[in-house]
T-cell receptor, first 116, second 110 residues
Framework: DADVTQTPRNRITKTGKRIMLECSQT?????MYWYRQDPGLGLRLIYY???????NKGEISDGYSVSRQAQAKFSLSLESAIPNQTALYFC???????????????FGEGSRLTVL | QKEVEQDPGPLSVPEGAIVSLNCTYS??????FMWYRQYSRKGPELLMY????GNKEDGRFTAQVDKSSKYISLFIRDSQPSDSATYLC??????????FGKGTKLTVNP
């Protein structure tokens, strides 16, 4: 099984619908992240969480919200989806390595969202 | 100026060629330097990681960091078709979050 699991892998929805993307991890990491990837724009950080009680906005958080339900679970919600939120979304985890947090991230396989 | 700049390519080379991928950055506080590889329809995965200036070698891959010039490179020797992927540089000042380059798409032709 994958260390970082995202569901759904693909989703097509309509403008105005509420969408939730879910992420779970078995790596035991404390830090979890949501990124979106668009052609020509690279990976952009939406939200990140350092533990269950800590949520931080990234560079493009408008239109998104998150919930850290447990150390291993971090979900991303689009309250009212719009077409320019069509993108590939990645969940990632990170944590201590050899006693030091190097910033290395482990990514899921991605969730492709299309908003019509 | 963006924190990390990376030429998106695309880059197409024949099998066996030496490939050079590069990024520049603006913040001198950056101290962790990474290269991720992303195959089509997959998530990025860590390929190389360096903490200081100089070279780090792993098989056919060499990561190079020049902090004085704020320039990092990834060299691939004897490139193979299986190296065809998008390569992203990623840089961090501390343990909070990475800043990614936009990625360079590489195709190695048999």
């Amino acid at each position: 099984d994958a260390d970082v699991t995202q569901t759904p892998r693909n989703r097509i929805t309509k403008t105005g619908k509420r969408i939730m993307l879910e992420c779970s991890q078995t790596k035991g990491h404390d830090r979890m992240y949501w990124y979106r990837q668009d052609p020509g724009l690279g990976l952009r950080l939406i939200y990140y969480s350092f533990d269950v009680k800590d949520i931080n906005k990234g560079e493009i958080s408008d239109g998104y919200s998150v919930s850290r339900q447990a150390q291993a679970k971090f979900s991303l919600s689009l309250e009212s989806a719009i077409p320019n939120q069509t993108a590939l979304y990645f969940c990632a985890t990170g944590g201590l390595a050899g006693g030091r947090n190097t910033g290395e991230l482990f990514f899921g396989e991605g969730s492709r969202l299309t908003v019509l | 100026q963006k924190e990390v700049e990376q030429d998106p390519g695309p880059l197409s080379v024949p099998e066996g060629a030496i490939v050079s991928l590069n990024c520049t950055y603006s913040n001198s506080a950056f101290q962790y330097f990474m290269w991720y590889r992303q195959y089509s329809r997959k998530g990025p995965e860590l390929l190389m990681y360096t903490y200081s200036s100089g070279n780090k070698e792993d098989g056919r891959f060499t990561a190079q960091v020049d902090k004085s010039s704020k320039y990092i490179s990834l060299f691939i020797r004897d490139s193979q078709p299986s190296d065809s992927a998008t390569y992203l540089c990623a840089i961090a000042a501390g343990s909070e979050k990475l800043v990614f380059g936009k990625g360079t798409k590489l195709t190695v032709n048999p």
